[in-house]
């Protein structure tokens, strides 16, 4: 068979794994033929492939990043785009596509797949909010590199007595946030499912202060919102899937506190650090585990299905369930684990 690859939407460590697995079972078990569509659907679209080995991947287990690079193009808002698509694969010979992304990618594979594409799903973002796995590659390492850098940063605020607002990512869910304000001793956690009171926050920084502790850490997910409008909150422009570029709320909660608490605050945005570098060995056992499952998808005939995790095995679902729901944070960890420790 020709088996092609995609990788779409931000990357996450553990791409490269992905792809070896699949490689590497394709060529030696299946005697396929690999390549890979540069820039996500854009390639597709475009018809631009490189070709892919067990030695053009060898090296790359390790390795950040996707090599054949991501976008966040959506065919279906380009002119005829799915078409090109389509006809992309004729072209080329492709029996079957391996698309590797979000629910932004899976949807569009869900819909090419419901248009007649032989498509197979590996879900993947680093914020962790497909309900259809338990677990997406890319997590675990950005909650090692946001609990790292709190480390770093309760040595810094407790030097100076000051207050350090963190700003992780995660739009539309905490995951990040939690897992790594909980990791790391946060005094307070704020997370797009809650929104937030700023009193509560800053009386939860001067009980802990009035008892002399002289450092916090807070840390903000980048989709935290402030109940009822009451801080605005800067925003950017739109992709072509609708998200908006957010970013702002770390600056915005520091001068807040700093203005009413009289704590010295530093705002620090840890942004792109935390989807570069390399992955866990957790993320790269998980995207080895999806790699493998979804070339054996491919031979089974299984299209329109995507991998995940269930209950620790590997399954195949519907690519439909890869974008349905989004996966909220668990409200029992933020009320019953993190908040008994806010302020403290
Ligand atoms: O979707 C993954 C993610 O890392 C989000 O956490 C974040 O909001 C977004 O990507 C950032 O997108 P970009 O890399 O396009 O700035």
């Given at each position: 068979?020709?088996?092609?690859?995609?990788?779409?939407?931000?990357?996450?460590p553990?791409?490269?794994?992905?792809?070896?697995?699949?490689?590497?079972?394709?060529?030696?078990?299946?005697?396929?033929?690999?390549?890979?569509?540069?820039?996500?659907?854009?390639?597709?679209?475009?018809?631009?492939?490189?070709?892919?080995?067990?030695?053009?991947?060898?090296?790359?287990?390790?390795?950040?990043?996707?090599?054949?690079?991501?976008?966040?193009?959506?065919?279906?808002?380009?002119?005829?785009?799915?078409?090109?698509?389509?006809?992309?694969?004729?072209?080329?010979?492709?029996?079957?596509?391996?698309?590797?992304?979000?629910?932004?990618?899976?949807?569009?594979?869900?819909?090419?797949?419901?248009?007649?594409?032989?498509?197979?799903?590996?879900?993947?973002?680093?914020?962790?909010?497909?309900?259809?796995?338990?677990?997406?590659?890319g997590?675990d390492t950005a909650?090692q590199i946001?609990?790292?850098?709190?480390?770093?940063?309760?040595?810094?605020?407790?030097?100076?007595?000051?207050?350090?607002?963190?700003?992780?990512?995660?739009?539309?869910?905490?995951?990040?946030?939690?897992?790594?304000?909980?990791?790391?001793?946060?005094?307070?956690?704020?997370?797009?499912?809650?929104?937030?009171?700023?009193?509560?926050?800053?009386?939860?920084?001067?009980?802990?202060?009035?008892?002399?502790?002289?450092?916090?850490?807070?840390?903000?997910?980048?989709?935290?919102?402030?109940?009822?409008?009451?801080?605005?909150?800067?925003?950017?422009?739109?992709?072509?899937?609708?998200?908006?570029?957010?970013?702002?709320?770390?600056?915005?909660?520091?001068?807040?506190?700093?203005?009413?608490?009289?704590?010295?605050?530093?705002?620090?945005?840890?942004?792109?650090?935390?989807?570069?570098?390399?992955p866990t060995?957790?993320d790269?056992?998980?995207?080895?585990?999806?790699?493998?499952?979804?070339?054996?998808?491919?031979?089974?005939?299984?299209?329109?299905?995507?991998?995940?995790?269930?209950?620790?095995?590997?399954?195949?679902?519907?690519?439909?369930?890869?974008?349905?729901?989004?996966?909220?944070?668990?409200?029992?960890?933020?009320?019953?684990?993190?908040?008994?420790?806010?302020?403290?």
């Open positions: 068979m020709r088996v092609a690859m995609l990788t779409g939407g931000g990357d996450a553990g791409l490269n794994a992905v792809m070896r697995a699949v490689v590497r079972k394709a060529e030696r078990v299946f005697g396929d033929e690999c390549l890979g569509f540069l820039d996500g659907w854009k390639g597709a679209i475009e018809g631009r492939t490189v070709p892919m080995s067990v030695e053009t991947m060898r090296g790359t287990l390790a390795r950040g990043g996707t090599v054949i690079r991501s976008s966040r193009t959506n065919p279906f808002k380009i002119d005829g785009g799915p078409d090109k698509v389509k006809a992309s694969l004729e072209r080329l010979g492709i029996d079957a596509l391996i698309a590797i992304g979000g629910e932004d990618t899976l949807g569009v594979a869900n819909k090419l797949w419901e248009q007649g594409v032989a498509v197979v799903g590996v879900p993947k973002t680093i914020d962790n909010d497909l309900s259809a796995t338990e677990m997406t590659f997590f909650v946001v609990t790292e850098a709190i480390d770093r940063l309760h040595t810094t605020a407790e030097s100076h007595d000051r207050v350090m607002v963190v700003e992780v990512m995660g739009r539309h869910a905490g995951h990040i946030a939690l897992w790594s304000g909980i990791a790391g001793g946060a005094a307070v956690i704020l997370i797009p499912e809650e929104p937030f009171d700023i009193d509560a926050v800053c009386d939860a920084l001067r009980r802990r202060h009035e008892k002399g502790s002289y450092a916090s850490i807070v840390v903000a997910a980048e989709g935290a919102t402030p109940k009822e409008g009451t801080m605005s909150l800067l925003t950017g422009e739109t992709d072509q899937f609708g998200h908006v570029r957010l970013g702002g709320i770390g600056q915005r909660l520091s001068e807040e506190i700093e203005a009413r608490t009289g704590y010295e605050t530093r705002a620090v945005v840890l942004g792109h650090v935390q989807r570069g570098g390399t060995a957790f790269r056992v998980l995207a080895t585990r999806f790699g493998i499952a979804a070339i054996d998808a491919v031979h089974d005939g299984d299209f329109g299905k995507m991998v995940a995790l269930r209950n620790g095995d590997i399954e195949r679902v519907p690519l439909s369930a890869g974008v349905g729901e989004l996966k909220l944070v668990d409200p029992s960890l933020y009320h019953g684990v993190a908040e008994f420790f806010f302020g403290g």
